[in-house]
């Protein structure tokens, strides 16, 4: 289950809570504060923070996008992750 669903899950369980189980809620609430317990930031030094900040400024992201772009970035620059195949007879002429 996505975040998504679990905070629409429980805005429409807040829509109609006199309708909702007990058993339903705890279940939500559990969830929720299971999402909760495990989101916890990753941080970082001084330095790196400030870069962070400039960086998400620049790109006109959040922090924890940021990091995720240039973990992804990192990633597929490393082979981590597949890269996009170009035919080598093919003409690109600098394009995907």
Do not use: H
């Amino acid at each position: 289950m996505t975040a998504t669903d679990t905070a629409t899950l429980l805005e429409d369980a807040a829509d109609r809570i006199a309708d909702i189980s007990r058993p339903d809620l705890q279940i939500m609430l559990r969830r929720a504060a299971l999402r909760l317990r495990n989101a916890s930031a990753v941080s970082m030094d001084d330095d790196v923070e400030e870069v962070l900040r400039d960086l998400a400024g620049e790109f006109g992201l959040t922090r924890n996008d940021t990091i995720r772009f240039i973990v992804r970035e990192w990633m597929a620059k490393n082979t981590y992750l597949p890269v996009d195949m170009l035919d080598k007879d093919g003409d690109v002429d600098g394009n995907r």
